[in-house]
């Protein structure tokens, strides 16, 4: 009986260890997440390089590193968070100017769902929040939605 039970649990196990070996091969874009952006993609870029720093910093202090390696570790590091930094800051600009030159071709079209479209704009700093907000993108003030006016 015990020899049974033996033999249908390996079967078991044996099954499921050689069912993802056996099954089908995925297209290479279905593996990554769905919300994998190139803004998301940077920052997670940026926190990584952020850690490096962190642990270099250490590394440093604890005597594992020399002044010379620490420095030359240091300047890689901050100049491809630099250059990070600045990617993301381009994306960003872009977006805006993206969403700048929609809401200019649905007036240039002469949609009248325009005038239904809330207003996302900061009451306190007056920044205008390109997409649906709670927050104000610049400052965290509560955005209330209004009504544009025609």
Same mark, same amino acid.
């Given at each position: 009986?015990?020899?049974? +039970?033996?033999?249908l649990i390996t079967v078991a196990l044996l099954i499921l260890v050689s069912a993802p070996l056996l099954a089908p091969e995925t297209t290479a874009g279905s593996t990554l997440p769905v919300d994998v952006t190139p803004q998301i993609d940077?920052?997670?870029?940026?926190?990584?390089?952020?850690?490096?720093?962190?642990?270099?910093?250490?590394?440093?202090?604890?005597?594992?590193?020399?002044?010379?390696?620490?420095?030359?570790?240091?300047?890689?590091?901050?100049?491809?968070?630099?250059?990070?930094?600045?990617?993301?800051?381009?994306?960003? +600009?872009?977006?805006?100017?993206?969403?700048? +030159?929609?809401?200019?071709?649905?007036?240039?079209?002469?949609?009248?769902?325009?005038?239904?479209?809330?207003?996302?704009?900061?009451?306190?700093?007056?920044?205008?929040?390109?997409?649906?907000?709670?927050?104000?993108?610049?400052?965290?003030?509560?955005?209330?939605?209004?009504?544009?006016?025609?």
């Open positions: 009986m015990l020899l049974v +039970i033996g033999i940077l920052k997670r870029r940026r926190l990584v390089l952020y850690e490096n720093l962190q642990d270099l910093e250490f590394e440093y202090k604890a005597g594992k590193l020399s002044a010379d390696d620490y420095n030359a570790l240091r300047l890689d590091y901050t100049a491809e968070a630099a250059q990070l930094m600045a990617v993301s800051q381009d994306l960003e +600009i872009t977006s805006t100017e993206d969403a700048f +030159i929609e809401r200019a071709v649905v007036a240039r079209r002469g949609r009248p769902k325009l005038d239904s479209v809330p207003d996302y704009t900061c009451p306190q700093c007056g920044f205008e929040n390109p997409l649906p907000v709670k927050f104000c993108g610049e400052c965290g003030t509560a955005i209330v939605p209004r009504e544009r006016k025609a």
